[in-house]
């Protein structure tokens, strides 16, 4: 008899692109074959203001916590914060950074992103993380015509770490949720410079993944309709009929990682895929 698939989340906290952090949690988290992680990618933090945005973020949805920041003041507040949540909280560069001063006696110069060149590359990507960070969820729509590319689709439908992974690709991503009986915006209907695409998955993976999200739901929340498979499939059929309608493609990420979706998404843009005007 197969296994069942458990989910948990897995926060990674990081003040560069997190590239170094999505290595390693990554790395670990595939060590478990029936455990999936639950992706929360936190790029560019680097003030406390934005460390306590993260921490609401944790509180509502517990998990491991990963983090490479290298400002003391900084990750102490992370670490405080997980201990009085309860959950696990581990800086990923402090045991080697403890290794790399004890051989060489002297302490690391504690640099933001000193492991990135500083070339026209590493600041595209900058760009698209920023513009990726400001966009997610349907954020400012207004400016969409900038994207490189536009992913919707119902909740939990990996849209945000399918963006935030292209972002740090230099892919300027947004992504939208559909609702239904919620209209997409026009100005993405008539984005004329973004690839559209719709990301689905099968009732049954959809409802295990939100299973977890309502574990920090807020009070009120409806958990019913929430995990109720016949909505689920409702929202599905919503979102299939609104990609049909404007000719976006679709990608199923039901058995497929971030890494895999993302490169499907990547693929359908060097065929020069176009949505419908």
């Keep these: 008899m197969t296994k069942p698939v458990n989910y948990f989340h897995l926060h990674m906290i990081s003040d560069a692109t ?22 929360h990618v936190y790029p560019l933090i680097r003030t406390e203001k934005q460390i306590k945005k993260v ?3 944790i509180d509502a949805e517990p998990g491991i916590v990963l983090y490479t ?49 500083l070339n026209a590359e590493y600041f595209r990507r900058i760009d698209a993380l920023n513009f990726t960070m400001e966009h997610d969820d349907g954020q400012l729509p207004l400016d969409i015509e900038e994207a490189d590319v ?11 770490p399918t963006s935030i992974y292209l972002a740090n690709r230099g892919i300027k991503t947004a992504n939208v949720p559909i609702v239904p009986g919620v ?21 049954e993976r959809i409802s295990q993944v939100r299973q977890h999200r309502i574990l920090g739901a807020t ?41 895999e979706t993302a490169a499907a998404v990547l693929a359908l843009r060097s065929q020069g895929r176009e949505p419908h005007r």
Excluded at 78 to 91: F, K, R
Excluded at 150 to 160: E, F, H, P, V
């Design 55 to 57: 921490l609401e973020g």
């Design 150 to 160: 536009i992913l919707i689709g119902i909740s939990r439908t990996s849209k945000t």
């Design 219 to 259: 009070p009120g929340f409806d958990t019913d309709h929430y995990l109720d498979r016949a909505n689920i499939i409702e929202e599905l059929s919503y979102a299939r009929q609104i990609c049909h309608r404007y000719n976006w493609p679709m990608i199923d990420v039901s058995r497929r990682s971030i890494e």
């Design 18 to 39: 997190g590239e170094t952090l999505l290595a390693a949690g990554r790395a670990a988290a595939a060590q478990y074959v029936h455990a999936r992680a639950i992706e």
């Design 69 to 117: 920041i290298v400002d003391k003041r900084l990750a102490a507040m992370i670490d405080e914060s997980c201990a009085t949540i309860g959950v696990p909280c581990v800086s990923v560069l402090e045991p080697v950074l403890s290794v790399f001063q004890s051989y060489l006696g002297a302490p690391a110069g504690r640099r933001v992103g000193a492991q990135h060149v």
């Design 183 to 203: 209209p997409i915006a026009d100005v993405i209907i008539h984005a004329e410079r973004p690839l559209i695409v719709g990301l689905i998955a099968s009732a």
